[in-house]
């Protein structure tokens, strides 16, 4: 059971090597990607107050890759309706 969170989480490295290797991001909402940074912070900081290791390696794992995708969506220019645009 401890291993189906680290499973999960790292399909976020999956989305964001397809954004690197599509140079396109247009299908992910940058409110989404932020509000889901939050969220991995907040179950980190939980799994800190409670001590569990596997929580907070998760949320560690789960805010590494948003960060990543956040920093790709910002970074690399995506083709739009209305030619290049960022968000």
């Known amino acids: ?3 189906l ?3 999960t989480n790292s399909f976020i490295y999956v989305q964001a090597y397809k ?3 599509r140079q396109s991001h247009d299908d ?3 409110l989404t990607t932020v509000v889901s940074i939050f969220n991995a912070a907040i179950w980190g900081y939980y799994g ?3 001590g ?3 929580l907070v390696l998760s949320g560690a794992i789960a805010f590494g890759g ?3 995708i956040l920093y790709l969506k910002l970074t690399v220019p995506s ?3 209305n030619g290049w645009k960022y968000f």
């Open 1 to 3: 059971m401890m291993i």
């Open 19 to 21: 954004i690197w290797r």
């Open 66 to 68: 948003l960060v990543l």
């Open 28 to 30: 992910l909402s940058f």
């Open 79 to 81: 083709r739009g309706v």
């Open 52 to 54: 569990s290791r596997p």
């Open 5 to 7: 969170p680290f499973i």
């Open 48 to 50: 800190w107050v409670i």
